[in-house]
């Protein structure tokens, strides 16, 4: 009836804060940038375009870095015992926020943060909002397959987790996990989250190649209205 076509439309105006809770150790920082040059560290672009930290060629000849593979896509790292020595750093950054009731936290890999950034997926949440946490994580995932399938892109491995906070009743979690490697992988990767809640694995076997990232870059989105 009429009564409940008005209350689609006001439900789908709702309108929300986005509050970054992490910010990515990546190597545009310039923060970490500088760190990192300041530590005898060097920045280099790979083959495919993507940056890497590596150590002073003058004290690790080139051929060394190549054998051990001591490239790496971030700016910190929980104790690399070569790059630490070059700027990469094992300090973590915490930042703290008030939760409020109906509250809802993005929790993602940078397969989804390296395609959508904390706006669009800001207006993803805001549209979708009376969708259960289930559904805003898959359309999310969907997103970003899209997104990849359009541009020719390959996305990292995704791992989501949201949370929408509920001071009444019960608050609800969901996370999804895409792995684009080998059955294998997926079957080491799923134990790291499976007590998050419920899990839903997706295997799209070998035929994805990852995006040369040798590390994980995570990031937080808090979302309030």
Not at 52 to 63: A, C, D, G, L, N
Not at 70 to 94: C, D, K, T
Not at 137 to 148: D, F, G
């Amino acid at each position: 009836n009429d009564d409940d076509d008005d209350d689609d439309n006001n439900r789908d105006k709702v309108e929300l804060d986005m509050i970054p809770l992490s910010y990515d150790h990546t190597l545009i920082r310039e923060d970490e940038v500088q760190r990192i040059k300041k530590s005898k560290g060097r920045i280099i672009v790979n083959t495919r375009g993507f940056q890497r930290v590596i150590p002073s060629i003058k004290e690790i000849p080139q051929t060394e870095v190549r054998e051990k593979k001591l490239a790496l896509a971030m700016s910190r790292s929980l104790g690399h015992l070569i790059l630490r020595n070059y700027g990469v750093s094992q300090e973590p950054e915490f930042i703290s926020k008030r939760v409020e009731h109906e509250d809802i936290v993005v929790l993602g890999s940078d397969g989804l943060f390296g395609i959508l950034n904390n706006e669009q997926i800001k207006d993803i949440v805001e549209e979708h909002f009376h969708l259960d946490v289930q559904q805003i994580t898959k359309l999310l995932c969907r997103t970003v397959e899209l997104i990849c399938k359009e541009k020719k892109i390959h996305s990292d491995n995704i791992t989501i987790v949201i949370i929408k906070f509920n001071f009444i009743g019960e608050s609800s979690i969901y996370s999804k996990f895409i792995n684009y490697h080998s059955k294998k992988s997926m079957k080491n990767n799923v134990n790291n989250i499976e007590r998050t809640g419920t899990v839903e694995l997706i295997d799209f076997n070998d035929d994805h190649n990852n995006n040369d990232n040798d590390g994980l870059t995570s990031s937080n989105t808090i979302i309030n209205d």
